[in-house]
């Protein structure tokens, strides 16, 4: 028989998954606000870049010209993952997998509650370095989130000894 984990502890990665959402939405409706009108306005703060892009695709705007698409696989994508983190949240340890999720959870929430609301993403910062590809992405919070929380999920399947049920 499998350990469990507490009903406290299994609920962590979810508030930690909303804290994640709420932040990213605090941010990406700040930015909105008070950010230059202009796309191409920016603001420079060190290394970062803050400036206002409405990202109508995906990742680096693929599927830009099919938004009703995209919409819907955020949805589906936020809701596997949402289950995948509750399979797994009331299971002792896979510490690594359960942030991974928790982190690829609130990322989804916050970007698929843009798309579902407004149609786009609101991405605002990029990096200020040489290489003009790397120059040119626009991202938030939730990006940041998500490309950590499946790193973290691909290392704990890679590394796990035993994932049989």
Known sequence: MKKRTSAFA???PFAGATA???TDMYIKDKMDRELPGSALDEVQKGRLRFRRHHNRGALLNLGQKYPQEVKGISIGATFLTFLALL????KRGRVLEKTGLSFLLGGAMSNTYDRVTKGYVMDYASLDVKPQKIRNLVFNLSDVFIGVGLLFVVISNLT??????
Not at 87 to 90: L, Y
Not at 160 to 165: E, I, M, P, Q, V
């Open 10 to 12: 299994a609920m962590l």
């Open 20 to 22: 994640i959402a709420a």
């Open 87 to 90: 399979f797994t949240s009331g």
């Open 160 to 165: 796990a000894k035993d994932r049989a049920l």
